[in-house]
């Protein structure tokens, strides 16, 4: 069984462009996560998914970030314009009960 | 506000020998911990979990304590080997809140062979 796949793995890009992470979560996993980890941190919370509802995203920087997760499914998360503290590696997780699943993560870059 | 804490950065043990990681937590509403293993530019790995309902839960060479009333819990591998020289990350989740889950900042283990 495939696991949590992202996309890009890797993106550079200059400060006040946008950028896009896209996640498809395992099979069957309703609730899906985006982390944000920072160098030497442990993975910080940026929003859930229940469905194709946002139940927390309360740690999400809404005036440069937003997501979707339309059908339910697939998720993407958007940095618009991006900043240079928002260089981490972007987690997606999901997960059906219990343990979470992550995914390789992206690692962004923002020059 | 760091919920929960991995106080040690780093722990360096000999192939063989008895690695423990530590963690501490400070909400008493947490009833569900999960420890997590993380290779360079992989993302975490699930490794073994514990309820509050127990006090010990073992899995090969992975033992997770936990000690409610110190808020204290630790991850047991022995015997340690160099393929177990990673990230690992503790992360705890709050009764009655469904799936959400909070993460301490890591302790990188290195095995020594």
């Known amino acids: 069984e495939a696991g949590v796949v992202q996309s890009p793995r890797y993106k550079i890009i200059e400060k006040k462009q946008p950028v896009a992470f896209w996640c498809n979560p395992i099979s069957g996993h309703n609730t899906l996560y985006w982390y944000r980890q920072n160098l030497g941190q442990g993975p910080e919370l940026l929003i859930r998914y229940e469905n194709e509802e946002a139940v927390d995203d309360s740690q999400l920087p809404k005036d440069r970030f937003s997501a979707e997760r339309l059908k339910g499914v697939d998720s993407t998360l958007k940095i618009q314009p991006a900043e240079l503290g928002d260089s981490a590696v972007y987690l997606c997780?999901?997960?059906?009960?219990?343990?979470?699943?992550f995914g390789p993560g992206t690692r962004l870059t923002v020059l | 506000d760091q919920q929960v804490k991995q106080n040690s950065p780093s722990l360096s043990v000999q192939e063989g020998r008895i690695s423990i990681l530590n963690c501490d937590y400070t909400n008493s509403m947490f009833d569900y911990f999960l420890w997590y293993k993380k290779y360079p530019a992989e993302g975490p790995t699930f490794l073994i979990s514990i309820s509050s309902i127990k006090d010990k839960n073992e899995d090969g060479r992975f033992t997770v304590f936990l000690n409610k009333s110190a808020k204290h819990l630790s991850l047991h591998i022995v015997p340690s080997q160099p393929g177990d020289s990673a990230v690992y990350f503790c992360a705890a989740s709050p009764r009655n809140t469904g799936n959400q889950f909070y993460f301490g900042t890591g302790t990188s283990l290195t095995v020594i062979p």
């Open positions: 997780a999901s997960s059906f009960s219990g343990e979470q699943f």
